[in-house]
């Protein structure tokens, strides 16, 4: 739990870990990464000034990469939740956002640039990196980071949370229209489709295929949602970012997020084949898409209470309390 702080309340009882930025030097942002001490982070917005973003959290090599049109811009090291207190999978939107925060369930512990990914308490902020995880079930970021990040993201963000290896794949498909276009049998079941719950903001596309359904957030607020057919067996999480639009057509980016998808596999429109939604969603969701929108995919279910596996996704109404 977490309590917001009226502004002009110092930090200075924070003491998270000493950060340090690294140099890039000529490795990318996702090949430093891999060799960063805890504490230690990279910051490259340049690659990529513009455009909506994706956050990536791996629990296992406690790291985080920021990508920007699906280019990495930036990443960390971090601290997640220590056991007995773990922090939840999952596809999460930034919910709300407090420079100054402090903990109503932890001693008044301090979680400085504070941005919230569920209503029960976990939320990424700037804290102590030991190397290992030590958290409550937040993310700790050093504090040069979470300053950066804050300052970058907005509310509505997309963040995913995995437990697996997350290699990105650049991959150029100028014959890959919007996601879904060549999806053109219905699939059964109901769809909603209610834009005006949120006009503006980044799109992201989630599908179960435990579910058999597609949910399509913006600005993390559920507009849409259908049924959908998967044809082939889907195993692990994994996510797709439409990096840019040119005259050769949609440059995408595939972050691999398991063991089960691996290799320099290329990005093609029959990657959306296998998935057969009704053609009104088809058409809603086309005509929505941009720059930075992200597909996520996922075995799992986006429900939970149901035996077998289920992942956190969306809690975009503040709790009644």
């Not at 917001?4 to 003491?15: S, T, W």
């Not at 699906?70 to 960390?76: D, L, T, Y």
């Not at 939970?304 to 503040?318: C, N, P």
Request: aromatic share 6%; proline share 8%.
């Amino acid at each position: 739990m977490i309590r917001h702080i009226l502004p002009g309340v110092l930090l200075l009882a924070a003491a998270p870990a000493p950060a340090q930025q690294v140099e890039l030097g000529t490795g990318s942002v996702v090949e430093t990464v891999k060799k960063m001490q805890a504490g230690e982070y990279v910051w490259a917005p340049e690659f990529a000034p513009k455009g909506p973003m994706l956050l990536i959290v791996n629990l296992n090599s406690q790291r985080a990469v920021l990508y920007r049109n699906g280019i990495p811009i930036g990443a960390s090291t971090v601290s997640t939740g220590r056991p007995g207190y773990p922090t939840p999978k999952g596809i999460f939107t930034i919910l709300q956002k407090h420079v100054e925060h402090y903990s109503t369930t932890y001693d008044n512990a301090p979680m400085p640039y504070m941005q919230r990914l569920t209503w029960r308490g976990v939320a990424l902020h700037a804290g102590r990196l030991p190397g290992y995880p030590a958290s409550h079930g937040c993310i700790r970021l050093p504090l040069g980071f979470a300053k950066l990040l804050y300052s970058a993201t907005r509310l509505g963000m997309t963040v995913v949370i995995s437990d697996e290896p997350a290699t990105p794949i650049i991959a150029s498909s100028p014959g890959m229209a919007q996601p879904l276009q060549v999806n053109r049998h219905p699939a059964s079941g109901g769809m909603s489709w209610h834009p005006e719950r949120s006009p503006k903001g980044p799109v992201s596309v989630i599908f179960s295929a435990a579910d058999r359904r597609a949910l399509v957030l913006r600005n993390g607020v559920e507009i849409g949602s259908a049924a959908v057919e998967v044809e082939e067996p889907i195993r692990g999480t994994w996510a797709y970012a439409l990096r840019t639009i040119d005259g050769a057509g949609q440059h995408w980016i595939k972050l691999s997020l398991s063991s089960a998808v691996e290799g320099n596999e290329s990005v093609g429109k029959e990657e959306w084949a296998k998935f057969k939604v009704p053609d009104a969603f088809r058409q809603a969701v086309a005509g929505i898409v941009a720059p930075g929108t992200t597909v996520v995919v996922t075995s799992d279910s986006l429900r939970t209470g149901d035996g077998g596996r289920s992942i956190s996704v969306l809690e975009a109404d503040q709790p009644k309390n």
